[in-house]
């Protein structure tokens, strides 16, 4: 019988803070800025610079801490490790090794309506190396060291993840509170937020971890998806060919989808750890913890389980709304401004604000249609100022304008037409130019009726209340 | 615990030093030496005493997160070997 494997998935995550500087000096952190020209003295390691470390990144790192759950260590200690390579000039890293800042917290997930736990071991502060560029400068390496001294968060799990989708779930979720904290902007496109996925595969039932690969810088979601698949095929392929896993680092080649061994560097877990002499312990007094606990915003979790209650929403719903604190906050603004039409506002957000958004490549943040405007939008269908069909007209015209609802509505003369009068009017005149076709209809043909409305339609500009036309023809034409 | 031959030569290659032939005994010996000297302080009985972190006895001072620094490329890159568009150049890293 053919064994029945288990995978099994731990995962390391760098999250950059969203800090002003550097973890270690008063460099901009600024994305895309020309090569070098955010590397001070000391991200550079010149001789004599000394690192003095930032306020905030203990801060946004405890800060998280407190939102997981985790242990906050009250004293915790910065160490090097040691490796050569030209994006990393002092030849070590600034990281924490056996004292990190936050210690054992959980995070639980929603894997197909199944809600599972998994561990955090810890989570430590540390810096980032800069860029080597490896296109050809005469046969030489560019080296850009703007991001070197970049403050990260890195966030390691316990192997609690069975699948693909388990590692997948957690991403998404961490994702999604970093940037509810505030303390990483997210965007995986700059490297503010990737991920090293480790990977094992032990028999169903076995206790003893297997032999694991781990998976470097994987930044999007769907890669990770990806990686993950091919990898436990390659695992599985050889142990059932009797082989054995061998522990090394590899990489996930998009383009190819598979994974590749990196060579191996000699000696390369041979890190040499020790504490930095230049950095005293980090302390964290119960005043910074306390101020840090007032500063967490309502969390994800929460977030959904009353935007459930409040707007009546179902689980779908609110899980979208609230998987982005903007979105969410938005959603909030637009039903303030639509005499609580919830379920509505929920629709449009998700239906044509989105649709928008996708195809002209933005965010929530940036949406051309802001709150306040949907809101008023909503309101005037509501209250049937406007058709459903004609407010997607009006949310056209939001789009390039900074005018309200109701001004679109007004100046270009959409409101509308419910005057029974006005309507009937219309319609007899209809029945007069088209006689063969009220024949037909009183013969049987019911399907004129379409000809009717669209032709209403078509001189009211939209205009005309369909309902009401309908009511109305169908009473003028059984005359 | 004393240190061979093969130890100086691998520490050497971490920390990218050379090291000459003929110097690899006379540092394996004293590197023993050291290492004799940290047994010695090992047999220190400590139960019950919080290890430090550090000689000094004091909390790392936090800096306010503000960007102070300004662009001063041209300057750091005038020891450089060599640099092109604003890179630094080195030898050729083969990934």
Known sequence: MAIQWETVIGLEIHAQLSTKSKIFSGASTAYGAEPNTQACAVDLGLPGTLPVLNQQAVRYAVKFGLAIGAHIAPYSIFSRKNYFYPDLPKGYQISQFDKPIVGLGEIDIDVDGQVKTIGVTRAHLEEDAGKSLHEDFHGKTGVDLNRAGTPLLEIVSEPDMRSAADAVAYVKKLHSLVQYLGVCDGNMQEGSFRCDVNISMRPMGQEEFGTRAEIKNLNSFRFIEKAIAHEVERQVDILESGGKIVQETRLYDSDKDETRSMRSKEEANDYRYFPDPDLLPVVISEQLLNEMRDELPELPGAKKQRFKEQYDLSEYDAELLTAQRELADYYEVAVSYAAGEAKLIANWVMGELSAGLNQHNLDIANSPVNAEQLGGLIKNIADQTISGKIAKVVFEKLWNSEATADEIIEQDGLKQISDTGALEKIIDQLMLDNEDQVAQFRAGKTKVLGFFVGSIMKQTQGKANPQQVNQLLQKKLKD | ?95
């Open chain 2, 1 to 95: 615990m004393s240190i061979q031959s093969e130890d100086v030569l691998k520490i050497a290659h971490l920390a990218r030093l050379g090291v000459d032939e003929g110097e690899v005994s006379s540092y394996a010996s004293e590197l023993s030496n050291i290492m004799g000297l940290i047994e010695q302080m090992q047999e220190v009985e400590t139960t019950g005493i919080e290890p430090m972190a550090h000689p000094l006895d004091q909390a790392q001072r936090l800096r306010p997160d503000e960007a102070t620094e300004v662009n001063q490329r041209q300057s750091l890159q005038a020891n450089a070997p060599d640099v092109e568009d604003g890179l630094f150049l080195v030898p050729r890293v083969l990934d």
